[in-house]
């Protein structure tokens, strides 16, 4: 742990907590191990933790009455899931979790992070702040996928990746059928809308590495 001690402090549900409030909560934070494909806990589970991903991914799902899985979202390296049971009661995670893929995590106990908040008027504020900010881009990601079409809704995929890993080259974090899921398309539309941007000249397809080849092109396509 006190090897990532200083990255972990970083993280927006932390950054506010000072050298002792740390000290009192670093006992109530565990590292889980998960293998790819192992599970977490299931929809309805008692929530008596919440998550920081330290290394892999993890998968937020629901599944349909016919059995059909739904992916609510994807959560890699540096960021957490489930900090929403801090505000319910009961607490009860509303999502399934799974690893996507080899994982560690810090496990953050419940009780413990909201004593630090109840006793720390500064903290709590600095913590809702961030909370909030987060969900407003949660709400701007809701309106690109209620609103635009399947290429727009690619081309500003491609783009927020595209400034991620700052080259022109981008390797897709996720399998393609992943991508498509969590942007609400299916396999073959997400396929179809790679090949429309490359006829327009955007993007050069090449298995999992998408080349862009024209940034203005990619934006224009992303706008509704």
């Known amino acids: 742990m ?7 402090r970083k993280h927006y549900l932390l950054a506010a907590v ?3 409030q740390w000290h009192a909560l670093s006992p109530y934070l565990h590292v889980r191990r998960l293998q790819a494909g192992q599970r977490l806990f299931l929809q309805g589970d008692r929530a008596d933790v919440f998550y920081i991903v330290r290394q892999g991914t993890m998968k937020l799902f629901r599944v349909s009455p016919q059995g059909g899985e739904k992916i609510m979202r994807l959560v890699r390296a540096g960021q957490s899931f489930a900090e929403s049971v801090l505000f319910t009661e009961p607490p009860r995670y509303p999502v399934n979790a799974q690893a996507v893929e080899a994982c560690e995590l ?3 106990e419940r009780e413990a992070y909201l004593g ?4 720390s008027f500064d903290t709590c504020r600095a913590v809702m702040a961030q909370m909030t900010q987060r969900i407003h881009a ?3 990601e809701i309106e690109a996928l ?3 079409g399947a290429v727009p809704r690619l081309a500003r995929y491609l783009l927020d990746q595209y400034a991620q890993q700052d080259s022109t080259r981008i390797t897709l974090p996720f399998p393609k059928s992943q991508i498509a899921a969590q942007l609400g398309l299916a396999p073959e539309t997400l396929s179809r809308g ?3 941007l ?3 000249g955007a993007i050069r397809v090449r298995g999992a590495r998408i080349d862009v080849l024209d940034a203005e092109r990619l934006l224009d396509s992303g706008m509704i």
């Open 138 to 140: 949660h709400w701007n």
């Open 194 to 196: 790679l090949r429309a």
């Open 198 to 200: 490359a006829q327009r």
């Open 2 to 8: 006190h090897g990532d001690e200083q990255a972990l």
């Open 18 to 20: 000072d050298d002792a």
């Open 116 to 119: 630090i908040l109840s006793a």
């Open 146 to 148: 209620s609103l635009h």
């Open 106 to 108: 810090i496990a953050v």
